[in-house]
């Protein structure tokens, strides 16, 4: 067994036949080093940052201390990615190989991991280079740059590490009684998705009695933060392509000018924080249902707060897509199609 391995890819997204490699990797050496290196044509639709694919191989391998985890930024290197018609310049090669090797305090006689069939494995490549080079198993069955491409079609065998940067987060708004938490529930169910509730009606539960008597100005900010740390906590267990969010933080936030008289900052900071890749505004046409917790009935009031979210999208620069029909089951229907077409592409 040798001391060290060096294993060097993009890791764009992490998928299943990354970790096997790994996997298997780490049983040829006493300790494995894994080089994160930037993509060479990131997927434009899902940014990462080396620091997020450094986290995802540190959380999968947080329980196997013999494999280090590194980041380079300084070169492209695509090694244990997929089997590429690369160009092979040995003496480049060499030259990055030694880099990284004083860079991270790596032993000499350090062996570089590839699959079989990569062209750095070829016996007349590997004769001239400067380190030894070993092999992992093939598998044809994970195609790293269809996935890189496509993560939406590859869902199942992306690592759970890092599908929480590749579900799609789908905010449903609108007024009261406008229908927005049972769309909410029916689009989740639909994709079998994951939801994240309304925190307001949460907080008013468990803060304040069940009731909105005591709700005052200094009440946005916890609303806010309860509903931020349930959006994190639902993106990191991600179990669909689509995440869905029962109203937003500028809802919160005009709740608080409607009430207050007055913009919340922490409200805003968590806007801007919190960006929700898409967002379905509900028109507040629909029937108005008296459920003990709302008190914008009347047509001059739903009209009014529905000017007000328009207005504090558009200060935040928020593109949102409008569900006019007062129909329940056209909302639904309406919804759906605009996640299939933008999300699933069909």
Not at 110 to 120: A, Q, S
Request: glycine share 6%; charged share 20%.
């Amino acid at each position: 067994m040798q001391k060290s391995g060096l294993m060097i890819g993009h890791f764009e997204p992490l998928h299943l036949g990354h970790i096997r490699s790994i996997l298997h990797a780490s049983s040829m050496v006493e300790v494995l080093h894994i080089v994160i290196t930037r993509h060479p044509n990131p997927n434009q639709k899902f940014p990462v940052t080396l620091q997020d694919k450094a986290r995802w191989l540190q959380m999968a391998c947080s329980d196997l201390p013999f494999i280090k985890i590194h980041t380079c930024d300084d070169f492209s290197f695509p090694v244990h990615d997929s089997i590429e018609d690369i160009t092979i310049n040995i003496d480049g090669y060499n030259a990055k190989i030694d880099y990284i090797q004083h860079k991270f305090n790596m032993d000499e006689d350090t062996v570089l991991l590839v699959t079989e069939g990569h062209p750095l494995s070829k016996p007349s490549v590997t004769s001239a280079l400067n380190t030894q080079v070993a092999t992992t198993p093939l598998h044809p069955e994970f195609d790293s740059t269809a996935i890189h491409y496509n993560p939406i079609a590859n869902w199942d065998i992306i690592h759970p590490e890092a599908r929480g940067n590749y579900t799609r987060t789908v905010a449903i708004v609108g007024g009261e009684s406008s229908g927005k938490t049972t769309l909410s529930h029916k689009i989740a169910n639909y994709y079998g998705a994951d939801l994240v509730l309304e925190m307001g009606r949460l907080y008013v539960g468990t803060d304040l009695g069940g009731t909105e008597e005591g709700l005052q100005y200094s009440d946005y900010g916890p609303i806010a933060l309860d509903h931020a740390q349930a959006v994190r906590e639902t993106l990191y267990q991600a179990q669909s392509p689509v995440t869905i969010v029962d109203t937003d933080f500028v809802t919160t936030q005009a709740f608080c000018e409607e009430y207050e008289g007055r913009t919340h900052p922490f409200v805003t900071a968590c806007i801007e924080e919190f960006r929700f890749d898409h967002t379905l505004f509900l028109a507040n046409n629909t029937p108005w249902i008296d459920d003990g917790m709302r008190s914008l009935g009347t047509p001059s009031a739903r009209d009014r707060f529905e000017s007000r979210l328009t207005d504090i999208f558009a200060r935040h620069n928020i593109q949102t897509y409008r569900i006019d029909s007062p129909d329940y089951f056209a909302r639904y229907e309406q919804a759906i199609a605009y996640i299939d077409q933008h999300i699933f592409g069909k």
